[in-house]
């Protein structure tokens, strides 16, 4: 591995066991073995090298719930059942003890003092759901729509955000996939009512 890498599997470290706020650049680099000018030449600075260090986490949890990686999904690709099977895995992930979707909460709360590492992920945040649509309707994420991306993506990672909320402050009372799955058939049953 390269400085790069090294520098970027330093950062995951740091963010799982510090978060975005408390982790230093010399944090980073005593976890990779590095140098601080290492951070500035790949990556132009260490909340950059933060923020993509959080993507890559959560690349790796998204993995999880994909479905099995030989079968794929074992619902029909478009259907509530589907729906069900991939909130049931994204709640997975977020029930696992220091998961790493608690870092979103971070970054709403502290935003502000982070504003670099909030610009950048909020970019990325639109490709999540782009990756959602795909899993949910058993498609290529290239051939995903921006129009899709822009209002039922929208709509999911919204979900996803509060779902997230719920389970980091009240886990107890956040809902389960199958009430999600119910809700979400209401919803369709009284839009049907009022068309």
């Known amino acids: 591995m390269g400085h790069r890498e090294d520098l970027l599997e330093g950062a995951k470290r740091c963010l799982l066991a510090k978060g975005f706020v408390r982790t230093t650049a010399r944090d980073i680099v005593k976890e990779s073995g590095t140098n601080l000018a290492s951070i500035g030449y790949h990556y132009g600075s260490k909340d950059v090298l933060l923020a993509e260090a959080y993507i890559a986490l959560v690349e790796g949890v998204s ?20 729906f069900e099977e991939v909130w ?7 029930r696992e003890p220091d998961s790493v979707w608690r870092l979103s909460i971070e970054i709403i709360a502290m935003g502000d003092q982070m504003p670099a590492v ?3 992920l909020a970019k990325a945040q639109s ?17 995903v729509p921006d129009d899709e991306v822009a209002t039922l993506g929208q709509f999911l990672t919204t979900m996803m955000t509060g779902l997230i909320a719920q389970y980091s402050f009240a886990p107890d009372t956040a809902p389960s996939a199958q009430e999600l799955t119910e809700g979400l058939r209401r919803l369709i049953k009284a839009a049907g009512r009022d068309a």
Do not use: H, K, N, Q
């Open 88 to 94: 049931s895995g994204v709640i997975a992930t977020v």
């Open 63 to 82: 993995e999880s719930f994909d479905g099995d990686p030989e079968a794929g999904f074992s619902t029909p690709p478009g259907s509530l059942e589907r």
């Open 127 to 143: 490709e999540g759901g782009r990756g959602f649509i795909a899993m949910l309707m058993g498609v290529e994420e290239s051939t």
């Open 118 to 120: 909030r610009d950048y």
